[in-house]
């Protein structure tokens, strides 16, 4: 058992009021909240430990190169990648997926080569892959999914060609909330010699992942959906992938010697990080780690599916109410509408009661074509969320009911 309360104490945001009422904060997939450990961390690092890495002789610069090199060990740990030369700091997410698209496209595909994608992927799984369509003359393939928003593994299968160069999915879709089966996909992929990329941004904050055991070529995730600061992310990639794609940027501590004539990039993982990185969000982000595998992944993974079931039976008792997204693997997601009320206005009337949900597209358009919508509501759950917190949401629902 988790002691929620104990817990909620180190997030001093979640005693704020909103329009005089208590914050009911649902929209964790969008971000989390921050434990006071992890600001303490970044106001520590600012206060005692800042200085440039990697350049320095001096104490301070020793200091902090240290500091963020201990805190890739901790991205590697936490991810059980076999080396932390497979660990690239980068700003999140959506970057690392650029980076892999630049990279992987310019070393590994020519005019006509396809990647697969997924129907419920989010925008930065999408674009940047069309971005090097437009330059290089690809193509995307879509894994479709069925009526409860879990892939189709069987129409996944039929999709590869002798033209397939790689798989990009995520791992848990941000508007269903399904759980992917990731390890089938990948094993699936690698059958035909094909490498995949896992999009880890809303599995990462739920579930223990362990990317030797997934055996993914290249896994990624943000550090601010896990409860670490902005402006941070990763991306995991096995050694001999990062090897062989060329750099993503280029700079100052990519590099080992250079000429005009003549630039020898450096070794793994700093050819992947031209500049200066953010080296008091490395440690911000290690912290968060710490913080996370203190409580146990297991355990905020089996709390937050008991608030899920929670909250989809109190949340289906609601007349008029549609859950988008049945999954049998499911993570702590609704996705919703009531009736014919405008998500928008579901949103904004929450709001006034002091609940943040989330409204829109939520970056997966194509999604909200397949499902037939324009856009829904989302909660979000977090560890820090409560039964309670789930009641205020549902009497909130009603209460907007009421007013159409
Ligand atoms: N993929 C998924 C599944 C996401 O939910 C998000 C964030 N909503 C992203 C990618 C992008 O993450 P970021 O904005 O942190 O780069």
Request: with cysteine; glycine share 8%; net charge negative.
């Amino acid at each position: 058992m988790l002691d929620i309360q104990a817990i909620r104490e180190d997030f001093p945001i979640l005693s704020h009021q909103v329009y005089g009422k208590p914050l009911v904060y649902l929209d964790n997939g969008a971000t989390t909240q921050k434990p006071r450990c992890v600001v303490q961390k970044i106001e520590n690092g600012y206060y005692n430990v800042n200085a440039n890495i990697h350049r320095g002789v001096h104490f301070l610069s020793q200091e902090a190169t240290e500091a963020h090199e201990e805190a890739r060990k901790a991205v590697q740990h936490f991810l059980n990648a076999r080396s932390s030369n497979e660990i690239v700091f980068t700003r999140g997410t959506t970057e690392s997926i650029n980076l892999v698209a630049s990279s992987f496209t310019d070393e590994c595909m020519s005019a006509g080569d396809e990647v697969i994608v997924s129907v419920m992927e989010h925008h930065s799984n999408i674009v940047p892959w069309q971005i090097q369509a437009a330059k290089k003359g690809i193509s995307l393939r879509v894994i479709p999914m069925n009526e409860k928003g879990e892939l189709r593994l069987d129409e996944y299968k039929k999709l590869f060609t002798e033209k397939t160069r790689l798989v990009a999915v995520t791992h848990v879709s941000n508007v269903l909330g399904t759980v992917n089966p990731v390890k089938e996909i990948i094993a699936i992929a690698h059958e035909q010699g094909v490498p995949v990329l896992i999009d880890g941004a809303q599995s990462t904050p739920h579930l223990k992942v362990d990317v030797q055991d997934l055996d993914a070529e290249f896994y990624v995730f943000s550090g601010h959906k896990i409860y670490g600061p902005t402006g941070i992310g990763v991306l995991y990639g096995k050694e001999e992938w990062l090897d062989r794609l060329p750099p993503y940027q280029g700079g100052g501590e990519m590099i080992a010697s250079v000429t005009f004539e003549k630039t020898v990039f450096n070794e793994l993982p700093f050819k992947f990080e031209a500049g200066t990185p953010d080296y008091i969000g490395s440690t911000a982000l290690a912290e968060a780690l710490h913080y996370v595998e203190h409580i146990g992944m297991e355990r905020i993974a089996a709390y937050e599916q008991e608030l899920l079931q929670y909250a989809t039976e109190r949340l289906n008792a609601i007349n008029g109410m549609r859950i988008f997204g049945q999954a049998a693997e499911k993570g702590a997601v609704i996705s919703f509408l009531v009736g014919n009320i405008h998500h928008y206005d579901m949103g904004m009337l929450l709001d006034h009661l002091g609940i943040a949900v989330r409204t829109g597209h939520h970056c997966a358009q194509p999604l909200m074509q397949a499902l037939g919508i324009e856009g829904c509501v989302r909660a979000s759950l977090s560890f820090y969320n409560t039964k309670e917190e789930i009641e205020v949401l549902a009497a909130g629902i009603e209460r907007v009911k009421k007013m159409f």
